[in-house]
C-alpha cells in the first residue's frame, strides 16, 4: 500500500502545537523533551487495577478550565483535549489564524475510535437508566467518532474539508497522507493535521484486556496538530519548518512487522529521494510489546548504519496511541529547531507500527 505522490511541489509544515502531559502550548512540549523529563503519574485504585499504576496525564486539565464554560457542558475529554491543541496553534501567532481558517481550511484528525469512555458511558446509562431508558442527548455526540474534528471546525471557523481517520497508532501518519492529497487535488489551501488520544477508565480496561494483562507502557494522552500548507510561491514569505518528502503506509498481514516496516522506510526513502545517510533523527512510535520490538529492529536494519538520534517520545510521555505519530513529527520538529545553525539539509524520519498490523513511515526535509 502506498501513498500518492504531490510531484515535486510538496507540502510543508508551517506551524504546530500540542497538548500533552509535558502541559498546554508548543513551548511545554519542547521545553519537556528537552529535559527529558518523564511524566508518568500514579493513578487512583480505580484505575490502577486496569494498568501498570502509572500513566501520562495533561496536568491539571479540564474542558472548562482550558476552553471556558461556554460549550463545553457536555465536551468529553478527546474532544477538549483537540479543540484546545487546534486553538494554541491558531493563537501562535497572527500568520496561523489568518491561513488556518476560513472557507478554505481543512482539518484532518486520527484517532483510534474517539472516545471510548463516552462509548461505554452512553451505553451503560442506555442500559441502567429508568424506564424507557433516558440518556442524556447532550452526551450523544460524543460518541460518535467525528465529535472531536466537527467541534474544532465549529469553534474555529473551518469551512473546508473536515475528516477524521481511525487509524490507531498510525492514525497521524494517516492523516498526514490524506492531508497531501487534499492539497495536490486543490481541494484545500491549508490542512490542519493532527491526532488525538484521550486517557479513561474505558481505554486502560479496553489497552489491559486487549494484551491479556501483560505489563505494558504506560498509557498516555494528548494531541498535536501541524500547520500543512502547499509550498509558497516564488517571493511570498512562508515560515517554513519541514518539508513533508514522503508518507509511506502498509500492512502486515502475515504477522512479519519487522520486514513490512523495513520495506516501508525504504519505500518512503527512495520516493523522497533520500539516501540513508542523510537520516540525522528517528521518531519511533514506541509501541509496546512484539510491535515495538519488530520497530526497533526494523530501524536498526534500514537506518543503523546513518548513526541518527533516535527520539522516541513515547519514552517520557507514555503510550499515547492514536496521536502518537503526530507528537513523533513534534519531536522531529524540536529537534531540528535546537540544531546550532539550523537542520537545513537534514532529514527526520517517522516510523509508527499498531498491533492491528498497520505500519507507517513519514521522511521529512527539516529546515
Known sequence: MTTTLTGTRRPVITAWSAVSPFGVG?????QGLRERRTTHTALAPELAQTSDGTASIVPDFDARSALGKKGTRSMDRVTALAVTAVGALLDDGDRNRTV????????????????????????RDSLTGQEP???????????????????????YQLKGPNATIAGGRVAGLHALSYSRRLL???????VLTGAAEEFSSARAWLEHHATGGAAASPLGEG?????????????????????I??????????????????RTVRRAL??????VAQVSAVARSGAPGAEGEAEIAAVQEVLGAAGAVDLAPAELIGDTGAAAAAFQAAALLVHAADQPGGAAGQIGVITSVDRAGSVGCAVLGLR
Not at 495536490?184 to 491549508?190: I, K, L, P, S, V
Open 133 to 155: 431508558f433516558f440518556v442524556d442527548p447532550a452526551k450523544f455526540p460524543n460518541t460518535v467518532m467525528n465529535c472531536a474534528a466537527g467541534q474544532c471546525a465549529i469553534w
Open 270 to 275: 527512495k520516493n523522497a529521494g533520500v539516501e
Open 245 to 262: 518528502l514522503a508518507v509511506e503506509l502498509g500492512v502486515a498481514l502475515d504477522g512479519d512487522v519487522q520486514g513490512v516496516l523495513a
Open 100 to 123: 488556518g481558517t476560513g472557507d478554505r481550511a481543512a482539518l484532518a484528525l486520527g484517532t483510534t475510535t474517539g472516545s471510548a469512555q463516552s462509548m461505554m458511558d452512553f451505553t
Open 184 to 190: 495536490a487535488a486543490g481541494r484545500a489551501r491549508t
Open 223 to 243: 494531541c498535536a496538530v501541524l500547520l500543512v500548507e502547499p509550498p509558497a510561491a516564488d517571493g511570498e514569505e512562508q515560515p517554513v519548518l519541514a518539508e
Open 26 to 30: 508548543r513551548d511545554a512540549f519542547a
